[in-house]
């Protein structure tokens, strides 16, 4: 039990993809064996911009915990847990929801990024507003104190030290642990036609449950160097949809930097580097494909993985709450 | 059971007083038997402006539950219950969070007022901002119909029935009942001071524990009529708190009319209507402070009362955020 802990998690808003698992999943499966870990599905933050739809985000709550199980993730290793499912991060958050101002929420870069993106404008739900209070709630109730995250998603963890510093500070002492960001080797994944982000309803998306027929003409439309239009012609590596599938994917990095040589001197089409590319996120896709349909053909045993976890993670939640609300001396009976 | 419920509550940061009882205590005694009531300790509400000073709430939940049984409710008949100990009432707020604009909640008369009253200024807690959606998940978890409240608390039944008439439009169905204000007789009783708000923190409160030479001293002190200088000068009834409290609590409105006139002519003393009102508030409060010392002297009895309540309003609640929750199509195990 000396291993660090660290949460993980998800929105289930649909199925994850394959930027999914270079920025995330993959690490998570790496770190089964040295971190103690959960893996929330995050259905409660879901319906903070999704409360027109909440059957949206009931439907892909399952899909995403298949996904969990496809790339390799061991219910006997890591916890999966429903958050909706869990009272403590719901009381912790009212909590918390004191020690913040609204200023201080409306000044978060995160959300302000997310109100314009998502056009709420002077109408966002109460609850958007409130949601990285709600995150640092998730992340000091599993007591976690490591939290891979994107360079964007820095200001949720500066929230919740704020908190923990703040409770700290009030009970005089160590009453949560500070947490640390564990930044993630590659950046954001594009959409197939190079849009920073993919997402199924863009439709630049590669599913990891993506039939071969499917990955095979994803990476035909896939965006390379709209300049490269003779194979002798000298062709662009940045920028290039192509090599960053290939930068993230390909296994042979010294092969991988002739071709980017071979490519932007000219005399190397796209075709070979996408036939190269199509195999690759084949094979990688493939294993995870069988997994997932394996563990699609019989429901209820992953939604006994998924109470199973959310029992387990109830336990740990509640004695957070329980030694919080002591620390700061409310009443008990 | 065919009795309508009403919710009704107080914030425990100090102990009640004569105002409490006059607006709101004596008619929860009234409609104990003719309603189902349950009776809200609200200590997560009262952190959202006292977080720096936890303990202070702590220490008044048990104090305010003393008040409840020295008025005279009957925990056989009314359920009290503590609200930091109802996991389903946080559950039902942030879900009711998604429901409500930032800037709905901005635009709450009362909410307005106290930020201004508690000079918030900008730094307002998220806490508090969100406090009249905790009420409708107060409300709404308890499935009350009826709650009774002053005038300047009109705006948090408005913003508890827009949640209920959201929610039973999205679903399709009569979720939850729509609630109805049950306006108080008397509005607020003054300070001794004559000043708006009575409590205790002024120095103008007479508390439902005081001795009678509290009360006398209380009385005393009293404003009147500050240009009533001789009996024998005509002196004013409105606003003069005397008559104000006679208003309250003298149970002969023939008589009180009688000195009212009276003293509007002049020849009546000050001193004749304070011995009066002396001997009405010592026999109003004498048997509650008989009762409260009693119920004091077994502090355990009370905390079980509490609990026994807690524990009732734990699985009507619970089965509210389990409806809500089955209503949405949200998912459950």
Redesign the interface.
Known sequence: MDKPTILTGDRPTGPLHIGHYLGSLRNRVALQDSHRQFVLLA??QA???N??D??R??RN?DEVALDYLAVGLDPAKVTIC?Q??L??L??L???Y?????????ERNPTVKDEIQARGFA?????????YP??QAADITAFRATVVPVGEDQLPMIEQTNEIVRRLNR?TGRNLLPEVTALLSDFGRLPGIDGKAKMSKSLGNAIALSASDEEIRRAVRMMYTDSNHLRVSDPGRVEGNVVFTYLDAFDPDKAELDELKAHYQRGGLGDTVLKQRLEAILLSVIAPIRERRAAHAATPDTV?DI??DG?MRARVVTQQTLDWV?SG??????
């Open positions: 259905d409660a319906l903070t911009d409360m027109n909440p059957a985000v009931t709550v429903l909706s499912q009272p403590a719901s009381e958050t009212l909590l929801l004191n020690l913040v101002t609204v200023s201080r929420l002077r109408d966002i739900p109460a609850g958007f507003l409130c209070v709600a009030q939604r998924i109470r959310t609300k700061l001396g409310l009443y008990s009976f």
